[in-house]
C-alpha cells in the first residue's frame, strides 16, 4: 500500500476538512460511486468500488467499479467497448461516496440497454408513471453482450 | 399501500423496460438516492430513502431522505431551512437507485459543513492530495445546528 493515495480513515474534522483522501469502505469492502458526463455533469450511472477498482480507476484513468453479480473487477467498457475516461475525481464531506466526473465520448453508451445514461426514465408527477425520455439506445445489447 | 405509486417488484423486463416504479429496497429498507442541482446537474449529496421517505418526497415535493445516524425520517431543510423541491425524480435500469433533482434557490446548500454540495473536494492527478472548489460555505454551520 505504500504508493496507494488512500489513507487510513481518521479524525472527523480530518475527514471532512482534510486535503487526504480516506474513502470509507463498508463492511462488504465497497464503496457507493456515482459517474457523471463531465461536460454535462448529466448522472450516467450508480455502482460500487473496492478498493481496488478505486485504486485502479485513479491509476488508470479508466473508471473501473466491483461487479457484485460477478465478484470481480469491472473495467467498464471491457465488453462493451464503452470505457470512461477519468476526467475528475471527487468524495463528499465523509468521504464515504465518490463522484467519477468521466469523458465517454459523444456517442457513448453507460447503460447495458444501450442509453447514454442509466436513468433514462422519469416519474411523470401526474399520472405517477415512468416515462422514457433518455433517447434512443445507442447500441444493441444483444450485438454486444450476446443473447441471454 | 393503495394510494402509494410504488409497486412490487417483478420482471426483469418489466423493471428495466416498464412504466411503473418499482425500486429495491435492501435488506435494511433502503435505496440509495443521489440528489442533483436541477438547473445545473451538479451533484450535491448523496444519501438513503426508505419507502416512508420516497413517499413523502413524491407526496410533499420536499426531498426527504432516512437518516441512518438518526434512524428517523429527515425532510431535507427542516434543521437548516435548506429545503430540496423535487423537480423530477429518476430511477435506474434496474431501479435500485434513485436520482432527484431539486430547486435548492441559488443561494441554498447542501452540505452540513455550509457547501452548495457535499462534494466539494477534487482529487489533484499530481499530488494525488484533496483540493477544496466548492466555494465558500453558505452559512455557518454552528450558527444553523448549534456546537457539538
Not at 496507494?4 to 487526504?20: A, F, P, T, Y
Not at 469502505?25 to 481496488?52: Q, R, S, W, Y
Amino acid at each position: 500500500m505504500s504508493q496507494s493515495c488512500l489513507h487510513e480513515r481518521s479524525s472527523k474534522e480530518e475527514i471532512e476538512k482534510g486535503l487526504r483522501l480516506q474513502p470509507k469502505f463498508d463492511e462488504n469492502g465497497l464503496i457507493p460511486c456515482i459517474t457523471t458526463d463531465v461536460h454535462t455533469n448529466e448522472v450516467l450511472m450508480f455502482a460500487f468500488m473496492n478498493k481496488d477498482a478505486l485504486e485502479n480507476t485513479i491509476k488508470t484513468g479508466k473508471v473501473t467499479y466491483f461487479s457484485r453479480s460477478r465478484g470481480k473487477l469491472w473495467v467498464k467498457g471491457e465488453s462493451s467497448g464503452q470505457v470512461q475516461r477519468l476526467r475528475e475525481l471527487r468524495t463528499d464531506c465523509d468521504q464515504d461516496v465518490i463522484l467519477c466526473k468521466a469523458d465517454i465520448g459523444e456517442n457513448g453508451a453507460s447503460c447495458h440497454n444501450g442509453y447514454r445514461s442509466c436513468f433514462y426514465r422519469k416519474l411523470d408527477p401526474q399520472d405517477q408513471t415512468l416515462v422514457f425520455d433518455g433517447g434512443e439506445p445507442l447500441f444493441d445489447p444483444e450485438e454486444v453482450y450476446g443473447k441471454g
